[in-house]
Structure formats: structure tokens, C-alpha cells
């Protein structure tokens, strides 16, 4: 196997033609790129095209969360640190950076620096722990670091950060399993361009989902099959 390719083909975007490129259109709107990560799970078409809202409404900051996107990504970035990621912990602190997150956070999110650094207010601090704790699986025992994000946020704001910590888990999971390789920097650097999520693109890609759903799916799973070849 070549380092180049991870275990798993990936499905590149010259490769692609009718509903897939349309999807790929739909992914480049939303998150600013084709990464590897879609790429690779692209091979599952149905399930890379239902997870492509999620990861977006989750992940970006737009009107319809509570959750700012530098809060966000310092939860994806402890995350994906704590799991060891490097593939989401490279994508995630260039959205950081865009977010407004600084080197010096990100090096102190890095360690446990965080929780007595001046650099975090504590609302960023309850969060990252919380991050912490959920994907070392300690959080359903530690009543103490779920009062103090309790005492920080709403509990609409606490199931966003919740979802979003565990979207990354498995994100990390799959990268990580399948070997994705990494884009170089400028290739990564093309998700801050998606910082914010436009509503109106949202609803777009969900109509196309809706009015693109087949009744019969051997056709689609075929196509990502010949475009993998």
C-alpha cells in the first residue's frame, strides 16, 4: 500500500460525474473543499451524502446554532488532540486559526495548560474540558466538570457541544482507521473559506438530497464503484 493512498481509494473529484458530482459541488458549498475525508467515505455514497449536513450544521457557525465557531473548533481541537488525530487536528487548527483562535491557544490546548491560562475565559475552559472528559470517557462520572459547564451554558448549548464532540470522535475514529493521508497546507488552508455556514446553501443541498433520493441504489453505489476503479 502506498502512503499516497491510505487503505482505502479515494474517489477524486475528476473521477466523478452526474449525482456524485453534484454531491462534490454540494461539499466544496459547504465546506469549502472536497477533503480526503469525503473522498475516502464517498465510496459509501448514501451514508457520505447524510452525514454531509450534519457535519456542517454541527461544525460551522451559522443563525441557526448557539455556539460561536471559535468555541466550536477549540472543542474539535482538543478533540481531535486528545485522540491523537492528526488529520482533523491539521484541518481543524488552520478553521481555528480563521475562527480567531491563536497559536498560543492552540499549543496550550495541547497540554492541560489551559484550565489555569489566561489565555481561555471560562466558558472556552468548561468547554474544552468537557471536550476532554467526553472523549477520554470520563464525563458520565465527573459530576464536578459537568457543573461548571452547567454553570457556562444553556442546556440547548450543552447538547450542541456534546453532538459536536461526538461527531469528532467518529470522524477521528474513521481517519485514523483508514489511514486518510493529509492534504498539504494550502489544500487545508481552503476550509477557512467556510468558517460560516450560508442557511440558504443548507437548504439548497437538502433539496437536491431530498429530490435526488432514488428508489433503487445499486446505480449509485455502482457509480462510486467506477469512479474508485
Not at 454531509?52 to 460551522?60: F, H, T, Y
Not at 484550565?115 to 467526553?134: V, Y
Request: aromatic share 8%; proline share 3%; hydrophobic share 40%.
Amino acid at each position: 500500500m502506498s502512503r499516497t493512498q491510505g487503505r482505502i481509494q479515494k474517489i477524486e473529484p475528476e473521477a466523478v460525474d452526474g449525482e456524485l458530482e453534484e454531491f462534490y459541488g454540494a461539499v466544496t458549498g459547504l465546506l469549502g473543499r472536497v477533503p480526503h475525508f469525503y473522498r475516502t467515505i464517498s465510496n459509501a455514497p448514501f451514508l457520505a451524502m447524510l452525514l454531509l449536513p450534519i457535519n456542517a450544521a454541527a461544525q460551522r457557525e451559522w443563525p441557526g446554532t448557539r455556539i460561536t465557531g471559535k468555541l466550536k473548533e477549540m472543542v474539535v481541537i482538543k478533540t481531535s488532540h486528545v485522540n491523537g488525530c492528526d488529520y482533523c487536528y491539521a484541518h481543524n487548527t488552520s478553521l481555528g486559526q480563521a475562527a480567531g483562535i491563536t497559536h498560543d491557544q492552540i499549543i496550550a490546548m495541547s497540554s492541560d495548560d489551559y484550565l489555569t491560562s489566561d489565555l481561555f475565559n471560562e466558558r472556552e475552559k468548561a468547554a474544552i474540558l468537557w471536550a476532554e472528559n467526553m472523549t477520554r470517557n470520563t464525563a458520565q462520572k465527573n459530576g464536578e466538570v459537568y457543573d461548571r459547564l452547567r454553570a457556562n451554558f444553556t442546556e440547548g448549548e450543552i447538547v450542541e457541544i456534546t453532538m459536536l464532540c461526538a461527531m469528532f470522535n467518529m470522524i477521528n475514529r474513521i481517519n485514523d482507521s483508514l489511514d486518510v493521508l493529509i492534504e498539504e497546507q494550502p489544500e487545508i488552508d481552503k476550509i477557512q473559506s467556510s468558517l460560516h455556514l450560508d442557511p440558504a446553501k443548507m437548504g439548497d443541498y437538502l433539496r437536491w438530497l431530498a429530490d435526488h433520493w432514488p428508489s433503487e441504489f445499486d446505480t449509485m453505489n455502482k457509480q462510486a464503484e467506477d469512479a474508485a476503479a
